[in-house]
């Protein structure tokens, strides 16, 4: 062979490889299925799934699933989902190629689920309207709307001094047995013909607890507009993780839809203890009090969904009520001072009120809503102004009386009403109040016609007051109802029945 002849083969062969070069195309794929490699503690440590993403959803061989959180060079950390008992070494594993996603829907409302959006209150599936991830990135500054319009509560201490607002996060928080569910399950009550869709998640509680509450809300007829989210203190880790997020995802499609929702997160100290376990069973570095570093965005990226959307976004809310459980009063432990941080203002309950018959036993010193009376109804707003000047007054002073043996009449006055005041902000538990007559009793009591009732017959003379303003005066309460503002013909009307109900009132001593 001459040496053109050399030359020509050669640049034949390299134009062949350019022409293959040019035209290659990528057909490797990554494996879609692997081998489980050690199983335990409802963990399990995977091989393959090298194109697997974090939070997607893997079937294991019997039909578990599980999740992918750890993605490791070698490995793949996946957290079963359920029962790990039948997830063995050896095992093949298949991702799904979609990440963590429950069934949303109209159908949800009514019924009890568990944080996969499977049903568990055994009325039969339930036929899904949509899918949603419950991992979702929180609305963006400029779809946001701000938050003005009331979430009554129907208890008059927070309705009136802690107002919280539809899209509003505000956190309960108070020792155990301190009524923090209480106060929860009452605003779901309170929602009854209001337009907003309830979402009430248990993390971690016991499943006796959760059927009470179920039965307290169909007696309520309270289950008609409410999802329960289930992951009992007998479910896994993982299970009691994800709930939270779940439960926020059910709220999202009515949200989506240009509706309301209230989800309660009960509570997420036990999500964060969950999570601190799911972490160190994960092998990841611990930090203070064996928490992992990223314990604060685990509740932040949770709270921050809440929110009140413009009408370019459908103008729908989420509003978001989480409940940390503290330790002998330590709101600066470290759970709760995050999750301060995060909320729109706290609700705080102190034990000693508790057992001194306060109930709520709400602390108004550390309690405080960030929204303020731009949640209020201009009645509410004009009636609550006086009612914590009263209270703040009262403390005040009731302290300073201890040490004085002679006080004079001004102050014994105020000391007098501030008593009143204490006990007409009492409330029994699953007794919400509809916001007229809250704004009929406290205007009572900010005008002085409360001060000539004996002490111990406050309650008494309150529940007659209800009872007079709806037998005699139901045109007054239906024009407060409406209007949301005292007017001078509403003043005159209040002023017309509580002199009529103190005079009946003291004919029945």
């Not at 061989?61 to 490995?75: F, I, K, R, S, W």
């Not at 793949?76 to 298949?94: E, K, P």
């Amino acid at each position: 062979m001459t040496t053109n002849q050399n030359v020509t083969a050669a640049h034949d062969v390299v134009e062949r490889l350019k022409k293959q070069i040019a035209d290659f195309r990528e057909t490797a794929a990554g494996e879609v299925t692997g081998r489980v490699r050690e199983v335990g503690d409802g963990i399990a440590k995977i091989s393959g799934l090298t194109n697997v993403s974090s939070m997607e959803m893997v079937t294991f061989e019997d039909g578990t699933n599980g999740v992918a959180l750890n993605l490791e060079e070698e490995q793949v950390g996946a957290i079963v989902l359920g029962d790990a008992s039948h997830v063995a070494a050896g095992q093949s594993v298949t991702a799904t190629g979609k990440v963590l996603s429950i069934p949303v829907g109209k159908k949800m409302t009514g019924r009890v689920v568990d944080p996969l959006g499977r049903p568990v209150d055994g009325k039969g599936p339930i036929a899904a309207d949509a899918e949603y991830p419950v991992e979702k990135v929180a609305p963006g500054v400029m779809t946001r709307e701000p938050v003005t319009v009331p979430l009554m509560t129907g208890l008059k201490a927070i309705d009136a001094m802690i107002p919280i607002g539809r899209g509003q996060r505000e956190l309960i928080i108070g020792d155990r047995q301190t009524g923090k569910t209480a106060i929860a399950v009452d605003a779901i009550i309170n929602q009854k013909g209001q337009g907003v869709h309830c979402i009430y998640v248990a993390i971690g509680q016991k499943e006796s607890k959760v059927a009470k509450i179920v039965q307290k809300l169909k007696e309520a007829g309270a289950m008609e507009y409410t999802t329960v989210v289930v992951a009992g203190a007998s479910d896994p880790a993982s299970l009691q993780f994800i709930s939270p997020y779940s439960g926020c995802a059910i709220g999202e499609w009515f949200m989506d839809q240009g509706g309301d929702a209230l989800v309660v997160y009960d509570d997420l100290s036990k999500h964060a203890w969950s999570y601190r376990e799911v972490s160190l069973l994960l092998r990841r570095p611990p930090g203070r009090e064996a928490y992992p570093g990223d314990v604060f965005y685990l509740h932040s990226r949770l709270l921050e969904r809440a929110v009140r959307l413009n009408k370019d976004f459908g103008g729908g809310s989420l509003t978001a009520l989480p409940v940390i459980e503290t330790q002998a009063g330590d709101v600066s432990a470290y759970i709760p001072t995050n999750v301060i941080s995060i909320t729109d203002g706290q609700i705080f309950l102190e034990g000693d009120l508790f057992y001194k018959g306060v109930r709520p036993a709400l602390n108004v010193g550390i309690s405080v809503s960030r929204v303020g009376g731009a949640a209020q109804t201009k009645a509410m707003k004009k009636v609550a102004g006086p009612l914590r000047l009263d209270l703040a007054q009262f403390r005040e002073l009731e302290a300073f009386s201890q040490f004085a043996t002679d006080l004079d009449e001004a102050t014994r006055k105020q000391i007098e009403r501030g008593r009143r005041t204490v006990e007409i902000m009492k409330q029994g538990q699953y007794q919400p109040m509809r916001m007229e007559h809250q704004v009929a009793v406290i205007w009572a009591t900010i005008k002085g016609h409360v001060d000539g009732i004996a002490v111990d017959r406050v309650r008494e003379w309150e529940d007659g007051y209800h009872k007079h303003l709806d037998d005699h005066h139901e045109s007054l309460m239906s024009s407060l109802a409406s209007k949301k503002l005292i007017d001078d013909e509403i003043e005159a009307g209040l002023t017309k029945a509580v002199t009529e109900w103190n005079a009946t009132f003291e004919r029945t001593k």
